[in-house]
């Protein structure tokens, strides 16, 4: 599985998130990882971007608010979402893991709100201590502070392999040994069954092939509408009565 990472950070950085940044964006895309950033030609998301196309054969994925933005040259894949900044829930979403480099921004702290509120694992790199308490405050065991882009990477590589396993031992991802994930009883149907056929799937059988109606008919030739189409003798010749003259020559003719 290759793993996305999103990086974020201000278009305003300081000079050591920007050097952060580039740092990780190339440890990121030697570990054949995915760099995602908000996709713009400034700050830490370009920055990181560079980092990562040092790397041959690496993937950067820019998310942008909108087609006016300036693209960077080191993203390889621009989604233009003019969303302004609604698109940082996308960034977000799209992330395996959230790493910051500089909580400057308004539209950063955001993209870690929406992480947390996600149960998305976040990395803050070279955080103040004021910023490693509020965060850790808000989000508990979700958030990490660390104070360079190789720990970042120690971290994830944790992370990444402790997914790994709960995948293979059938637990949700970081739940831990103590949330497995329910599997019903033999014997029995999942509630979201009907039949042993998924809810959705029996529906869509109804409405392909809608049961016929077996009404009685007086022996003459009648036709009526089957609830998916088609045309079955089911129905009395009585109503025919009411079409205009000349319609029910014409059905009885069929």
């Not at 996709?39 to 790397?55: E, T």
């Not at 609604?86 to 992330?95: D, G, K, L």
């Amino acid at each position: 599985m290759r793993y996305i990472v999103g990086v974020m950070g201000p278009a305003k950085a300081r000079k050591k998130d920007v050097d952060n940044a580039r740092v990780l964006g190339e440890l990121i895309a030697r570990r054949e990882w995915v760099v995602l950033t908000g996709g713009r030609d400034v700050g830490v998301m370009d920055a990181a971007c560079q980092g990562a196309k040092k790397v041959p054969g690496s993937l950067t994925i820019g998310v942008l608010p909108s087609a006016r933005e300036r693209v960077s040259k080191y993203v390889d894949l621009a989604i233009i979402t003019e969303m302004g900044n609604a698109r940082n829930n996308v960034n977000v979403m799209s992330s395996n893991v959230v790493v910051v480099c500089g909580l400057m921004g308004a539209g950063t702290v955001s993209e870690v709100a929406l992480a947390l509120k996600a149960g998305k694992p976040v990395i803050l790199v070279g955080a103040t201590p004021a910023e490693e308490k509020f965060f850790k405050k808000l989000g508990g065991r979700l958030i990490a502070s660390v104070d360079s882009p190789e720990e970042a990477i120690g971290l994830m590589m944790k992370q990444f392999e402790q997914q790994q396993q709960d995948l293979v031992q059938g637990r949700a991802p970081g739940a831990g040994s103590s949330r497995r994930l329910k599997q019903p009883p033999s014997g029995t149907l999942p509630p979201h069954s009907l039949g042993g056929v998924h809810k959705r799937d029996a529906l869509y059988s109804a409405r392909r092939e809608p049961p016929r109606l077996n009404v009685p008919h007086a022996g003459k030739k009648s036709l009526s509408r089957q609830a998916g189409g088609g045309w079955i003798r089911s129905m009395w010749p009585r109503p025919f009565a009411l079409l205009r003259p000349g319609w029910t020559d014409f059905l009885n003719s069929l």
